[in-house]
C-alpha cells in the first residue's frame, strides 16, 4: 500500500511517523509578564528574569562584571522577604513535538538564598543555575506533563507549574479497501481509521471523494473512526476516494499539519434485473452453421461486462460489439453428430459482481435426404418399372403416384412406362419431426421413355383450305423419344411444304406426302392443302362455315381420343399394380 502523505501547511512529506521539524523544535513559550502574581505582581516579571539575563550577561562578556554589585544591590532592593516569596517559571505553557526536549528556568524571589527543585517524572538534567535559579533541560517528553518548579525560602515553600503539550501525528491513516464493485443505487459505507495523534482535541478526520468534503468528525477512540454514507451512482466511477487527518495547531502558534490516505478507486456499475435477449434457432441440423445472438440494454459501464455464450460444454467462439450502455454478442454454431439430441444454449452477461442469464434449448438433429431408385432410368414404351423410395429410421417417406398408405420408412411402385410418362418427375419425400416441427426433405428423378416416331391426325390435321393472300399457320407436329424430324414435299414437283406461318398462301395447293424419321424408326402420313384464288370470293362465307365445321370435328375428335387413351393407361397402371402385389404375395408365401 502507498505510504500516507504527511503535510505542513502547504508543505507535504512522506512517512509514517511525524517528521523531526528543525533542530532542535523551539518550543512555544506564552509571554511570563502576563502572569501577574498576587503580591508585587507589578515586578514579578523582572524578578524572575533578572537572574537569568544577569547569568547570561556574564557569561557571554567578562567585561560586564564590574557592573554585578550595582545590580545585585537594584535586586536587593526589589526582592521582598521571606513572608513575600513566589516561585515562578519560564515559559508557563510550552509544545513540543513528541520526544523533543525542553528548557526550563525555575526562579524565587527569595531574599534569601532558596532552595530551587522541579518535580516531574520526565528525564531532567540541570543545565545551569544562578542565584535564586535554576535551568533544567527535560528531554524525550513522550506525553502531555505538568512538572511543578518549586523553591524554599526560609521555612515557606512555594510552587509554581508548566504546561508542557506533546503533539504527534497519527502514525496511520487509512481508508478501509472499497469494494471491487459498487452498485448504482445503493449505499456505500466508508470508514477512516487513524491510529494515534495529538492533541486529539485539534485532531480532525475528513472523509472525501476527490476534493469534495463529505464528511469532517473529531477524532475519537483509538484507533479513531470515521464513517460516511453516500449513494452511488453512475457518475462515481473512477472516483478517488481518501480519507485525511488534520492537527490544526494554529491556535496554539503554529501550523496546519495534514496527514492523507492512500487514494482508492471506485468502481460502480449498473445492471438491468432482466435477462439478455437470446436470438437462436430452435432445431440444428447436423453439418450445418447458425448465427446466434446475445444482446442487453441498460448497461453501465457496457464496455466493463463480459458474455459468456455456450452450447452444451463447449464455449462458442464470440464476437462483442459495445455501444454506449449496451451490447450485442454473435457467434456461430455447428451441429455436429456428437451433440445430436436438445443442448442447452446459454447466454450469460457479466458486469461488477453479478451476472444475468437467458437459457434455450437446442436440438441437434440428422436428417440425411431419402433414397429414391429406378430398376432402369430410360426405357422403351411398354416396360415395367420398379420405383423405390427409402429413407433413414424414424423418417416417414411418400412416393409420388402411390396412395397414402401405412407410416414406414420404405414405399415402392411398379410403372408400366407410356409414352404418356417420358419426362416423368418421380418423387421421394421423407419427413421428420423435430421438437414439434414436421421437416421434409425430397429426391426426384426424371423417367425416360423412349417410343415413336408418331405422326397422328391430332398433331397433324393433314386437310387444309384456305383463300389465297390470307395469312395463316400451318401446324404439323411429329412425336417421339428420340425427337424425330419432319418433312413435307409435294407429290408433283417435290416441293417442300413450310412448316409455320403462310404469309401470305400462294401457290401452296396439292398433296404432300409427311415422313417423320427418328433413331427408332420412320412413319408417312399424306396431308392436303387447297387455295381457294379469288373467283371463290363469293362461296368464301360457306367455306368459312365449312372450316368452323371442320375444327369443331377436330376437336370432338382429339377429346374423345384423349379420353380413351387415358382410360387404357389407368386400366394398364391397375393391372400391373395388382400383377405386381400378386408376384410379391407369391414370393412372400412359403411353399
Known amino acids: 500500500m502507498p505510504e500516507p502523505s504527511f503535510r505542513r501547511g502547504s508543505r507535504e512529506v512522506s512517512g509514517k511517523?511525524?517528521?523531526?521539524?528543525?533542530?532542535?523544535?523551539?518550543?512555544?513559550i506564552k509571554d511570563p509578564c502576563a502572569l501577574r502574581a498576587p503580591v508585587r505582581g507589578e515586578h514579578l516579571c523582572a524578578l524572575v528574569l533578572l537572574p537569568a539575563f544577569l547569568h547570561s550577561r556574564a557569561m557571554a562578556s567578562a567585561g560586564a562584571l564590574p557592573a554585578l554589585p550595582l545590580l545585585l544591590a537594584l535586586l536587593g532592593a526589589l526582592r521582598p522577604g521571606p513572608g513575600d516569596a513566589q516561585t515562578a517559571v519560564f515559559p508557563t505553557e510550552a509544545i513540543l513535538p513528541r520526544g523533543d526536549s525542553?528548557?526550563?528556568?525555575?526562579?524565587?524571589?527569595?531574599?534569601?538564598?532558596?532552595?530551587?527543585?522541579?518535580?516531574?517524572?520526565?528525564?531532567?538534567?540541570?543545565?545551569d543555575i544562578g542565584h535564586n535559579w535554576k535551568m533544567f533541560e527535560l528531554s524525550d517528553v513522550q506525553e502531555d506533563s505538568r512538572p511543578l518548579c518549586f523553591s524554599n525560602c526560609g521555612e515557606k515553600q512555594t510552587s509554581a507549574s508548566i504546561s508542557i503539550t506533546v503533539f504527534w501525528f497519527p502514525e496511520r491513516v487509512e481508508l478501509t479497501p472499497l469494494p471491487p464493485w459498487q452498485p448504482v443505487g445503493e449505499d456505500l459505507t466508508l470508514q477512516c481509521l487513524a491510529w494515534g495523534g495529538a492533541p486529539r482535541a485539534q485532531?480532525?478526520?475528513?472523509?472525501?471523494?476527490?476534493?469534495?468534503e463529505l464528511s469532517r468528525q473529531p477524532a475519537v477512540g483509538e484507533p479513531a473512526e470515521v464513517t460516511a454514507t453516500v449513494l452511488a451512482g453512475r457518475g462515481d466511477y473512477g472516483a478517488n476516494f481518501t480519507c485525511r487527518a488534520e492537527l490544526d495547531l494554529r491556535p496554539r502558534g503554529l501550523e496546519l499539519f495534514q496527514n492523507t490516505s492512500a487514494p482508492q478507486q471506485l468502481r460502480t456499475f449498473d445492471l438491468p434485473t432482466t435477462s439478455p435477449q437470446l436470438t437462436s434457432p430452435r432445431i440444428l441440423e447436423v453439418g450445418t452453421v447458425q448465427r446466434v445472438v446475445c444482446s442487453m440494454d441498460?448497461?453501465?459501464?457496457?464496455?466493463?461486462a463480459q458474455v459468456h455464450l455456450a452450447l452444451g460444454d463447449q464455449r462458442l467462439n464470440t464476437t462483442v460489439t459495445y455501444n454506449k450502455d449496451s451490447l450485442s454478442a454473435t457467434a456461430l454454431v455447428e451441429g455436429t453428430a456428437e451433440q445430436e439430441g436438445d443442448q442447452p444454449l446459454v447466454c450469460a452477461v457479466l458486469l461488477g459482481n453479478q451476472s444475468r442469464q437467458s437459457r434455450r434449448t437446442l436440438t441437434v438433429y440428422s436428417f440425411p435426404a431419402p433414397n429414391l431408385t429406378l430398376t432402369e432410368q430410360e426405357v422403351s414404351e411398354g416396360t415395367q418399372?420398379?420405383?423405390?423410395?427409402?429413407?433413414?429410421?424414424g423418417n416417414v417417406v411418400r412416393l409420388s403416384g402411390v396412395p397414402p398408405g401405412l407410416r414406414a420408412p420404405r414405399a415402392q411402385s411398379l410403372l408400366n412406362a407410356t409414352a404418356e410418362d417420358n419426362g416423368l418427375q418421380l418423387s421421394c419425400s421423407a419427413a421428420l419431426t423435430v421438437a414439434g416441427q414436421v421437416l421434409y426433405k425430397n429426391q426426384t428423378q426424371e423417367l425416360h421413355v423412349l417410343y415413336g416416331p408418331r405422326l397422328d391426325k391430332k398433331d397433324c390435321l393433314g386437310n387444309w383450305t384456305w383463300p389465297e393472300g390470307t395469312q395463316q399457320e400451318l401446324e404439323c407436329r411429329a412425336w417421339g423419344?428420340?425427337?424425330?424430324?419432319?418433312t413435307c414435299r409435294r407429290e408433283t414437283d417435290g416441293a417442300l411444304l413450310p412448316i409455320g406461318p403462310l404469309r401470305p398462301v400462294k401457290e401452296h395447293e396439292g398433296t404432300y406426302v409427311c415422313w417423320a424419321v427418328?433413331?427408332?424408326?420412320?412413319?408417312?402420313?399424306k396431308v392436303f392443302?387447297?387455295?381457294l384464288g379469288s373467283r371463290n370470293s363469293t362461296n368464301m362465307i360457306v367455306i368459312i362455315l365449312v372450316m368452323v365445321v371442320a375444327i369443331l370435328s377436330t376437336v370432338v375428335t382429339a377429346t374423345y381420343l384423349y379420353n380413351r387413351q387415358r382410360k387404357i393407361k389407368i386400366y394398364k397402371l391397375q393391372k400391373a399394380q395388382e400383377e405386381a402385389s400378386m408376384k410379391l404375395n407369391t414370393q412372400a408365401t412359403p411353399p
Open 102 to 127: 525542553v528548557l526550563l528556568n525555575c526562579s524565587s524571589s527569595c531574599n534569601e538564598t532558596a532552595t530551587l527543585g522541579l518535580e516531574t517524572p520526565l528525564t531532567k538534567i540541570e543545565r
Open 298 to 304: 441498460g448497461l453501465f459501464p457496457a464496455l466493463e
Open 203 to 212: 485532531l480532525t478526520l475528513v472523509l472525501l471523494r476527490g476534493e469534495e
Open 518 to 525: 427418328s433413331s427408332r424408326g420412320k412413319v408417312t402420313r
Open 385 to 393: 418399372v420398379l420405383v423405390v423410395c427409402e429413407a433413414y429410421a
Open 481 to 486: 423419344n428420340p425427337v424425330p424430324q419432319l
Open 529 to 531: 392443302l387447297k387455295v
Open 17 to 28: 511517523a511525524a517528521p523531526p521539524l528543525g533542530p532542535p523544535w523551539p518550543a512555544v
